[in-house]
């Protein structure tokens, strides 16, 4: 196991958990959205653990969890399916792991199309590295002029997106994280999403600082803890900025208009990452072919037609 990773984690690997006096032990599992949870849900009432995300996990990372389950009081969890990546980390396998007066609560991923609608995320299992460089997000109307590319055709002009097509996308992607925690009887948080409600985003996956806190007050009553503002006020999944469009400024976002990407806190132009990310499908068709499956009703609903 890497150094670095095992110092980072370190009260997860050793099992060390500290001098809890009477506070109860919390762990939260997920992906990238997680660690925030765990940040702003930590206070003086409540010790919690970090814990690597669980895209990451090996075998290796087995024992630890299952001793960390043996001891947690309390558990916030994003559902994960069973045998994910192969291994058995599901919530329902995981669950029966808890000490029977542990208490489990559930909070369902946040995806808000709505500041960048051209984007997407694409993880099947099975595709090794589908990230694209230098920013892990498919543009539907990069993917599509690839597969013109490919064709050796010129893809038409992607139309401009419009109010209309901005609201559809926030009403869509509220309806999804609402039906993903009716599914799976998550703390209801899709409703901070709902207009008037423009939540802080920096892509389709990072909710900024202001939406954890808010949820925050939430799910520390769904785990039986006293409703306390969080402490923290540093921003949250910060090191990417998507551009913000003039059809999503003022309607899905508060953000002004903005033609690039910030990365790392610098700017990148947008014409940057489309160059990699054309050269980065000419190299792995297997990947352009899932972002266009998986991406065919967007492209379809945004004007973008595809080639036969």
């Known amino acids: 196991m890497d150094a670095g990773r095992r110092t980072h984690y370190g009260t997860f690997y050793d099992a060390t958990y500290g ?55 309390l558990l916030l969890t994003q559902p994960v399916r069973a045998g994910y990546r192969g291994l058995p980390v599901g919530t329902d396998e995981l669950a029966p792991l808890l000490r029977p007066d542990a208490r489990l609560a559930l909070v369902a991923p946040v995806r808000y199309a709505a500041r960048s609608p051209h984007h997407v995320l ?17 543009d539907v109307r990069t993917a599509t002029r690839a597969a013109w590319a490919a064709t ?29 925690e009716e599914r799976y009887g998550a703390v209801p948080l899709a409703d901070l999403l709902e207009p008037p409600a423009r939540p802080q985003m920096r892509t389709v996956n990072h909710p900024g600082t202001s939406f954890f806190a808010a949820g925050a007050l939430r799910l520390r009553e769904a785990l039986g803890l006293e ?13 990417v900025h998507a551009p913000v469009e003039p059809a999503t400024s003022g309607v899905s976002v508060d953000e002004p208009a903005r033609a690039t ?34 991406s065919a009703g967007l492209a379809e609903q945004l004007g973008l037609p595809r080639p036969a």
């Open 19 to 73: 001098d809890l006096g009477r506070r109860p032990l919390l762990a939260v599992l997920g992906n990238c959205q997680a660690e925030s949870w765990r940040l702003v849900l930590e206070d003086d009432d409540v010790a919690t653990v970090r814990v690597p995300p669980v895209h990451e996990w090996t075998v290796d990372d087995l024992g630890p969890l299952r001793a960390l389950l043996a001891r947690v009081d």
């Open 122 to 138: 694409v993880h099947p299992p099975g595709l090794a590295d589908p990230d694209p460089p230098v920013v892990a997000y498919h």
């Open 261 to 294: 990407w910030r990365v790392g806190g610098q700017d990148v132009d947008p014409d940057e990452v489309e160059r990699a990310h054309l050269a980065f499908y000419r190299q792995r068709p297997d990947v352009l072919a899932a972002v266009l499956h998986r």
């Open 152 to 180: 050796g055709r010129a893809a038409p002009d992607a139309p401009p997106l419009t109010r209309d097509l901005v609201l559809a996308a926030v009403h869509g992607s509220v309806a999804a994280v609402r039906e993903r």
């Open 227 to 239: 409703a306390r503002p969080t402490r923290v006020t540093r921003p949250l999944l910060d090191a």
